[in-house]
């Protein structure tokens, strides 16, 4: 049995709260901790929505006053073609991607976990509010005990390998408590904001840095009915749901309420838009490239699933449909289900896997009833 101390772990240090008390407890638990800070974008560095040398003086801050090691990595390379590539195909082809989920999976906890066992490392660690048990089946992944601050959701392309050597010393406690620590410390960083900004690019507008990869090919903005009503810049730029930056307004005939995409007509290059809420409600779903932490359940199966990170779990029935894809009913309407983003599903607190949406659509009234 090692002792603690004989066991070098590395953090992911990204310059924020979560990761600088992960560090802390690790060090205070008798481990030998160093620090990793990643560079994963290389280009803009000297735009205002760029914080990667701010977030690297603010790690290297930590480590000092911790007194641990700072490390830092350049996968700018792996970044752009693993991740931010098929962000991009993604966006082109109409979808709504999710580079946070592909981020975990390729960079964060496969390239960083390479390089810190290059360095000597036993172990990695992260702040990502998450929990790793062992039960009679195996390893599983577990959401964080704080319901808020739970990743699970960004965690589920993972496999069951790259979960046994790495540690989250965060997932049994609240964000409140992470503060406090932080405060007691005298981290500099103690109030620093959580980062909301796509996985390593930053806390950019989101459409400005868009506009530098994606073409311009405006269309028409039509209603249900195929009416126009406005202009798109390009179909890439919305994604359904939405409601913001539609400039759709003061129409003769028309109601004076919000309008929010409804679905994209990529062969028209229409952008579909609706002023019925409702019309953005949905029972069902498709979903392919499925990751199952683990062995595979049995399907068809009950348990639990959401469409996006913040989402309450919401009862589902899922069902194979064909190799390497399955069918989700869900027992209520689900919100602006978008195609290309993740579900995830859950059995209580244990993240079973998921898999990328590829289509949505409503039962029929009367429908069957999922038992």
């Not at 062995?295 to 779990?313: F, G, I, M, N």
Request: aromatic fraction near 8%; hydrophobic fraction near 35%; glycine fraction near 10%.
């Amino acid at each position: 049995m090692h002792s603690p101390e004989s066991n070098h772990i590395i953090v992911g240090m990204s310059g924020g709260v979560d990761s600088s008390v992960a560090a802390l407890l690790l060090k205070e638990q008798g481990h030998r901790v160093s620090g990793l800070f990643m560079k994963n974008w290389d280009e803009d560095d000297g735009e205002p929505y760029c914080t990667a040398q701010q977030d690297l003086e603010d790690a290297a801050k930590v480590c000092e006053k911790i007194g641990i090691d700072l490390h830092t990595a350049n996968f700018a390379a792996e970044y752009w073609d693993d991740v931010f590539s098929a962000f991009l195909r993604e966006y082109k082809a109409g979808r709504t991607p999710n580079p946070d989920v592909l981020c975990n999976r390729e960079i964060k906890f496969k390239q960083f976990a390479r390089y810190a066992e290059a360095l000597g490392a036993d172990r990695t660690a992260t702040g990502h509010y998450a929990r790793i048990a062992s039960r009679d089946t195996g390893l599983k992944l577990l959401k964080g005990i704080d319901a808020a601050k739970d990743q699970s959701y960004f965690l589920q392309a993972l496999n069951i390998g790259q979960l046994a050597t790495v540690l989250f010393p965060l997932g049994d406690m609240e964000k409140t408590e992470v503060r406090r620590i932080a405060r007691k410390q005298g981290f500099h960083n103690q109030g620093k904001k959580d980062s909301t900004g796509i996985c390593f690019i930053g806390e950019r507008r989101f459409r400005d840095f868009l506009h530098r990869y994606l073409p311009h090919n405006p269309g028409p903005m039509v209603d249900e009915a195929g009416a126009t009503v406005g202009e798109h810049i390009g179909l890439p730029y919305y994604t359904r749901g939405q409601r913001q930056g539609l400039a759709v307004g003061g129409l003769a005939g028309r109601k004076e309420a919000p309008w929010y995409v409804l679905d994209k007509d990529m062969t028209a290059n229409r952008l579909v838009v609706t002023q019925d809420p409702a019309a953005l409600y949905n029972d069902e779903l498709t979903a392919s490239n499925l990751n199952w932490l683990g062995e595979p359940p049995p399907l068809p199966l009950r348990c639990t699933a959401k469409v996006r990170h913040r989402q309450l779990d919401q009862a589902a029935f899922v069902s194979a449909d064909e190799p390497g894809r399955v069918t989700v009913r869900f027992d209520s309407p689900q919100r602006a289900i978008t195609p290309g983003q993740y579900v995830c599903f859950y059995d209580g607190d244990v993240c079973l896997g998921g898999g990328v949406i590829e289509s949505f659509s409503s039962l029929a009234p009367n429908g069957p009833v999922h038992e």
